[in-house]
T-cell receptor, first 111, second 113 residues
């Protein structure tokens, strides 16, 4: 079945550092890909998405590019802030039904 | 703010009891999905309801059941609670036929003792 593998956490960076969180997927077709963020004690918020190969999703300085050839959707940000501290989930969706999530990567940004 | 609300926010039950969790979708969203998120894990798909009928189910036993109502609200019912049912339960609403992005509520944290 479909699956998503994320970079193991936790990840700790200093403010203004460059961020990459790796995400690769396995799917039989051509899924839509998502990054969700979960702040402490809250539900999931959609961060960005891409629906086809070579699409780039972007939001709040975060970017991810849908790479079909490497089945990847890595999350990047050029300069992180303390407020970016959260858990980040990569996910895919095929068809109209379920999202399949990775295990999550906890990110901590130190001032 | 996603426009999706859930109640209650926290709940404590004992093993063998039954629980009902509630979700209010974004207005106009005709599809609701429920997910279980165990501590330190990614959410796992329980099932989806579209126009008040179940429309897909994950690897969860029949004691997990649901309802969807015409007013965009829905319920997740869990019978015969087990200790492993302790988790954060998330609902997500979608407009099928639109962009189909799933918007999540804040979740209900269930503890089974």
């Amino acid at each position: 079945g479909d699956s998503v593998t994320q970079m193991e956490g936790p990840v700790t960076l200093s403010e203004e550092a460059f961020l990459t969180i790796n995400c690769t997927y396995t799917a039989t077709g051509y899924p839509s890909l998502f990054w969700y963020v979960q702040y402490p004690g809250e539900g999931l918020q959609l961060l960005l998405k891409a629906t086809k190969a070579d699409d780039k999703g972007s939001n709040k300085g975060f970017e991810a590019t849908y790479r079909k050839e490497t089945t990847s959707f890595h999350l990047e940000k050029g300069s992180v802030q303390v407020s970016d501290s959260a858990v980040y989930f990569c996910a895919l969706r095929e068809g109209a039904q379920k999202l399949v999530f990775g295990q999550g990567t906890r990110l901590t940004i130190n001032p | 703010e996603t426009g999706v609300t859930q109640s209650p926010t926290h709940l404590i039950k004992t093993r063998g009891q039954q629980v009902t969790l509630r979700c209010s979708s974004q207005s106009g969203h005709n599809t609701v999905s429920w997910y279980q998120q165990a501590l330190g894990q990614g959410p796992q798909f329980i099932f989806q309801y579209y126009r008040e009928e179940e429309n897909g189910r994950g690897n969860f036993p029949p004691r997990f059941s649901g309802l969807q109502f015409p007013n965009y609200s829905s319920e997740l019912n869990v019978n015969a609670l087990e200790l492993d049912d302790s988790a954060l339960y998330l609902c997500a609403s979608t407009l099928r036929g639109g962009q189909e992005t799933q918007y999540f509520g804040p979740g209900t944290r269930l503890l089974v003792l």
